[in-house]
T-cell receptor, first 114, second 115 residues
Framework: AQSVAQPEDQVNVAEGNPLTVKCTYSVSGNPYLFWYVQYPNRGLQFLLKYITGDNLVKGSYGFEAEFNKSQTSFHLKKPSALVSDSALYFC????????????FGTGTRLKVLA | DGGITQSPKYLFRKEGQNVTLSCEQN?????MYWYRQDPGQGLRLIYY???????QKGDIAEGYSVSREKKESFPLTVTSAQKNPTAFYLCASSPLTGGAFRELFFGEGSRLTVL
């Protein structure tokens, strides 16, 4: 069965510092991996995705993520955090084979402190 | 502008009443999805549909029903059989062509509160 784990409910980081939001996954076959961001009472906005190729993926708003197949991880990173990055972040996975089901993690709340 | 429209944004209902949440997309996407969001539980899949007149149960389909009579529309009915319907409901869509490497596109959500 597919699953996604986001081990941290909340991550606090000072403005200007690098941030990492962790994600590990379990899926049969090759994974398609995604990161989304959600602001209060809004839908999810797409940040970036890994399909194949380069393990370092760059996305919107200066975010990037590193795919690590041996550790089955897809951590979200940003070199310098902004207060406006404070939001809820979701990791999601879909198997490259099988149904078109996207499975989401439980979310990590990022708080960037001024 | 292309996108996904969910309505209503806020909905209050009495216990025991059925409610229907609307989801319309003009992105010409084949697949549509309904997710439920509860604090600390992330997004859980209720139903999804890859083609008109066909849909599949997700992980928490009990107490919900859907229809897909048109490509653009995928309404969700929360029935009185759903034990705890108060939640934030998100509709999403995705194309299936073009290599199927595409992300989900989300609507702005509907918050249902059962009194």
């Amino acid at each position: 069965a597919q699953s996604v784990a986001q081990p941290e409910d909340q991550v606090n980081v000072a403005e200007g510092n690098p941030l990492t939001v962790k994600c590990t996954y379990s899926v049969s076959g090759n994974p398609y991996l995604f990161w989304y961001v959600q602001y209060p009472n809004r839908g999810l906005q797409f940040l970036l995705k890994y399909i194949t190729g380069d393990n370092l993926v760059k996305g919107s708003y200066g975010f990037e993520a590193e795919f690590n197949k041996s550790q089955t991880s897809f951590h979200l990173k940003k070199p310098s955090a902004l207060v406006s990055d404070s939001a809820l972040y979701f990791c999601a996975v879909r198997s490259a084979s099988g149904t078109y089901k996207y499975i989401f993690g439980t979310g990590t709340r990022l708080k960037v402190l001024a | 502008d292309g996108g996904i429209t969910q309505s209503p944004k806020y909905l209050f209902r009495k216990e025991g009443q059925n409610v229907t949440l609307s989801c319309e997309q003009n992105l010409n996407h084949d697949a549509m999805y309904w997710y439920r969001q509860d604090p600390g539980q992330g997004l859980r899949l209720i139903y999804y549909s890859q083609i008109v007149n066909d849909f599949q149960k997700g992980d928490i389909a009990e107490g919900y029903s859907v229809s897909r009579e048109k490509k653009e529309s995928f309404p969700l009915t929360v029935t009185s059989a759903q034990k705890n319907p108060t939640a934030f409901y998100l509709c999403a869509s995705s194309p299936l062509t073009g290599g199927a490497f595409r992300e989900l596109f989300f609507g702005e959500g509907s918050r249902l509160t059962v009194l």
